[in-house]
């Protein structure tokens, strides 16, 4: 256990010593101010399309605009754009290894195969936990100070509203399922960076495999309603759950075993790949 945690902390350091790593944290400091801010100065138009939605229902004075209605859609983005900060890590961990040749060197010293994969997992694990709070604190933390705190409105068949106590609460459930959804994408790039000892090929296959199975998952095509059980996207939506009333934990609960399942397939045909891999160079 001893040894695992010291590759396990190495395997961080060597993360945080790659430029690539600070691509997302650099993006999501710099991006996510910015939207607050042309928020604030210009306004939001969700505001108007819901209101449209609603008919003449209700009559609205003020405005319900704030830092964590803004927060809430931002994190539409991490349906597809989000993971990919995630992969530039996941993808290049193991293949970055092979392609440096320094897993000979590595396995000479008393450390198992098995060390060496759940070591580098755990990093990645950690890297993506830290990324996903952090524009979960950049959102929230900016929003409130550009754009401003208040009351959440959420416009999901009807209206529910969120004291701010509430809304930080259900956000930091969100982005707790935002973990586990992203973990999914990182140990899928992390079994193909296993596999090879290219960082780019990863990158494109996670990618790819993401997007059609996203495809998959939305297009309303009655004979894709066999196989849409067994895409992992079709779970993704799992960190928009907490914002409803009443919380549907069996919902959450249901979901999250899914993914943490293949969370738990990715890894261990990592392990079976690379237990098995011809360490040559």
């Given at each position: 256990m001893v040894l695992l945690l010291k590759a396990w902390f190495y395997e961080v350091v060597k993360i945080f010593n790659r430029w690539r790593t600070y691509i997302g944290f650099v993006t999501i400091t710099i991006l996510v101010p910015i939207i607050m801010y042309l928020t604030h100065r210009f306004g939001f138009d969700v505001q108007d399309q819901a209101l449209r939605s609603l008919g003449d229902s209700v009559v609205l004075v003020g405005t319900l605009v704030n830092g964590f209605l803004v927060s809430y859609y931002l994190m539409n983005v991490m349906w597809v754009h989000f993971p990919f900060f995630i992969v530039l890590v996941s993808g290049d961990i193991m293949a970055g290894e092979g392609a440096a040749g320094t897993f000979r060197i590595l396995l000479t010293r008393p450390i198992s195969r098995f060390q060496v994969v759940t070591a580098k997992f755990l990093a990645t694990f950690f890297y993506t936990f830290l990324i996903v709070f952090f524009l979960g604190v950049i959102s929230i933390g900016s929003g409130m100070l550009i754009v401003g705190g208040g009351d959440l409105l959420v416009f999901d068949?009807?209206?529910?509203?969120?004291?701010?106590?509430?809304?930080?609460?259900?956000?930091?459930?969100?982005?707790?399922?935002?973990?586990?959804?992203?973990?999914?994408?990182a140990s899928l790039s992390f079994l193909f960076s296993s596999a090879t000892s290219n960082g780019i090929g990863p990158i494109i296959g996670t990618y790819a495999v993401l997007v059609v199975s996203y495809i998959l998952s939305v297009i309303q095509i009655d004979a894709l309603d066999v196989i849409r059980p067994y895409l992992f996207t079709t779970?993704?939506?799992?960190?928009?759950?907490?914002?409803?009333?009443?919380?549907?934990?069996?919902?959450?609960?249901?979901?999250?075993?899914?993914l943490v399942a293949y969370v738990v397939v990715f890894y261990s045909v990592s392990l079976w790949i690379f237990s098995r891999k011809d360490i040559t160079s």
């Open positions: 068949k009807g209206i529910l509203i969120l004291s701010q106590n509430e809304t930080l609460l259900r956000f930091l459930l969100a982005y707790c399922l935002a973990v586990v959804v992203q973990m999914v994408v779970y993704f939506d799992v960190f928009f759950a907490p914002f409803a009333s009443p919380i549907p934990w069996g919902e959450i609960a249901r979901k999250s075993a899914v």
